[in-house]
């Protein structure tokens, strides 16, 4: 069976929680990243998504250069142990509908990050067909109002549309 340290990537680069978000954007943009774990030392306290940027930081209209990742991060977080058997850390990653993971020591210190890119890659692509699915559902938005902020391209009404 294997383990999660077998294929996690290992010298993952993390955010402190008073660093500032744009620092985030900034240091996702260099890495190619959309996620990077938050830790204070080495104990690892949330994660930071784009999509936590975008939504909870700039939609709100949260000055980003000042303010820190602590505010938006995700502290309600999924991670597994280094020693975990793949197939475990997979049945995370399925059931919170994710596709990275954290992986700590059983001090709670950040040792890696376990991806679906690593599994496929390390040749375990057995394992990942089934979860693969089940972790990548199709998203469901909720399209019961109208969104100003989707105009007629989210199916919100256009302004002829408005003067019908």
Do not use: F
């Not at 959309?34 to 000055?63: H, N």
């Not at 995370?92 to 991806?115: F, N, T, Y």
Request: glycine letters at 10%; aromatic letters at 2%.
């Amino acid at each position: 069976m294997t383990q999660v340290h077998e294929l996690m990537t290992r010298g993952v680069r993390s955010m402190a929680p008073g660093d500032s978000i744009a620092l985030a954007a900034q240091t996702m943009e260099e890495l190619d990243v959309g996620v990077l774990p938050v830790c204070d030392g080495k104990k690892l306290v949330g994660v930071v998504t784009d999509r936590d940027i975008a939504v909870r930081g700039v939609a709100r209209g949260i000055p980003l250069q000042e303010s820190p990742v602590k505010q938006i991060m995700s502290a309600d977080l999924c991670w597994c142990y280094a020693d975990d058997s793949v197939d475990d850390a997979l049945g995370k990653m399925s059931e919170a509908q994710i596709r990275r993971l954290p992986v700590v020591d059983h001090d709670k210190r950040l040792v890696g990050m376990l991806s679906l890119g690593d599994v496929a890659a390390k040749g375990q692509t057995t394992t990942t067909g089934q979860p693969l699915g089940s972790i990548s559902e199709p998203a469901r938005p909720n399209r019961s109002g109208i969104s100003a902020a989707s105009g007629a391209a989210g199916g919100g009404e256009s302004s002829s549309d408005a003067k019908r």
